[in-house]
């Protein structure tokens, strides 16, 4: 039996730039790879998996009761401030690690990964430390309804900057090994989404959470 | 599944961008001389990305955006609460657009991606509102 090829159906898509598209389009019915499609997938139900956690702390916002520590009474806004602009270099170093990548430039690539990691281990430890303050005023997972929206939100989005920076080690110690070239920016452009999403996240945290009284 | 990363890889020539000249250039001087355009544009994407420069001034931006949000916190206590809460929200609002559309390249790549994002966030935002309506969260 002749065996028949499927021809790639017309791009839904396509714009008019389509024509200088050279290395932009993926042998899909999409034109984007199945990775990067996922990616997007994956951070689409993010929103919906960390709208879930922000909203719970926004309906026991102000009905923790008046004998525990209340948020006026915990949050250090400048300290809070220094760490989030520190994931927010993050994603700057981010973005430059990918065009390094892009470029072939191997050793920036390799200095920009480090220092995304580094910043996200500086947020990390930024969180650390202001879980254990907390805790040394009283504070804790179980004291109030206040303690437990707060450290579930804010302990998972830390959970996902530490899987990032996880990500990001290995991808740097893959150029290290000289794994990685040119042809493999998109796993950078893919870890670079997650990173972003991060980033994103912790936006609209430290807004509602910490600066909306 | 193959295993394409398991001995040192080479760049893949046909994706450098630039001359040697140009690249050799890059490396002595540490600045960007290689356009954006040049760069191999990465699966998804329409049009070439920001460079390097202008990843930085847009940080900037987000930095300045940031100072201005951590200002507010600071107004006189008689500062009404609604418009206090509307700029944190329109600031907040602007720099999630900001690191969406050009760190995540959403204003490069096909809308398919858009509008996976987008209906995530949106339905994310209408249901929790939902949500907190019926509890009464907003009285």
């Known amino acids: 039996m002749a065996q028949t090829e499927l021809e790639p159906t017309p791009l839904h898509d396509a714009g008019p730039d389509d024509a200088h598209i050279v290395h932009g389009h993926a042998d899909t019915n999409t034109g984007a790879t199945n990775t990067k499609l996922a990616m997007w997938v994956f951070l ?7 709208g879930a956690f922000i909203s719970t702390y926004l309906l026991y916002r102000g009905r923790a009761p008046a004998n525990t520590p209340q948020p006026k009474d915990v949050y250090n806004i400048p300290f809070t401030s220094v760490t989030s602009f520190m994931l927010l270099m993050s994603s700057l170093t981010m973005v430059l690690a990918l065009a390094a990548i892009q470029r072939g430039d191997h050793r920036r690539f390799r200095i920009w990964t480090m220092s995304t990691a580094l910043f996200g281990a500086i947020f990390i430890a930024g969180q650390i430390y202001e879980f254990t303050e907390f805790y040394r005023e009283g504070l804790a997972l179980k004291t109030s309804v206040f303690g437990s929206s707060f450290f579930v939100l804010t302990g998972i989005h830390g959970a996902h900057v530490t899987v990032g920076i996880i990500w990001l080690l290995t991808l740097w110690g893959m150029s290290m090994q000289n794994r990685l070239g040119v042809q493999h920016s998109e796993k950078i452009e893919v870890a670079g989404l997650y990173w972003h999403f991060v980033d994103i996240v912790w936006i609209v945290i430290f807004t509602v959470i910490y600066l909306i009284p | 599944m193959s295993d394409e990363t398991s001995i040192a890889t080479p760049d893949d020539p046909a994706l450098l961008p630039g001359t040697a000249a140009e690249r050799a250039a890059e490396d002595a001087e540490g600045m960007s001389v290689i356009s954006s355009d040049e760069l191999a544009m990465l699966p ?20 300045v955006i940031t100072a201005l949000e951590v200002g507010t916190y600071y107004l006189p206590n008689d500062f009404p609460r609604a418009l206090y809460i509307t700029i944190l929200m329109v600031l907040a609002l602007t720099k999630f657009v900001i690191v969406a559309a050009f760190f995540m390249h959403l204003r490069f790549d096909r809308p398919l991606f858009r509008r996976f994002f987008v209906t995530g966030a949106i339905g994310a935002i209408l249901l929790y509102t939902i949500v907190l309506a019926t509890l009464h969260v907003f009285e």
């Open chain 1, 44 to 50: 689409s139900s993010e929103c919906i998996f960390f």
């Open chain 2, 44 to 63: 998804g994407e329409l049009r070439p990305h920001p460079s390097p420069f202008q990843y930085v001034m847009i940080a900037v931006i987000l930095c």
